[in-house]
């Protein structure tokens, strides 16, 4: 790949519960952590386009937001998913 077709768009393929989960290390476990004050800006930004591409998909796939209760379950049900999903049938 040339240096010239490095913003050609790239599309990821994932399972909801994954979605959800990397959604929620993006926007609540590196957001106040000691890695992310670690890395370069451009890292960063790296790390925030991938979380604003989770909030967008989370939209598109029809999750709205709901009372925390309602979250707190829905989060423990997607990484409960994840744990089930043999990492080498992930497409």
């Not at 790949?1 to 519960?17: C, G, I, N, P």
């Not at 989770?54 to 049900?77: N, Q, S, T, Y």
């Amino acid at each position: 790949m040339a240096a010239d077709q490095l913003r050609e768009k790239a599309s990821l393929e994932l399972a909801v519960a994954h979605l959800l989960v990397v959604w929620d290390i993006c926007a609540n476990k590196l957001s106040d952590s000691a890695f992310l004050a670690e890395l370069s800006d451009t890292e960063k930004r790296a790390i925030w386009a991938l979380q604003d591409l989770c909030e967008a998909a989370i939209v598109d796939v029809g999750i709205k937001p709901r009372p925390k209760p309602d979250w707190d379950a829905l989060m423990h049900a997607a990484r409960d998913e994840v744990s089930r999903i043999p990492v080498e049938l992930l497409p």
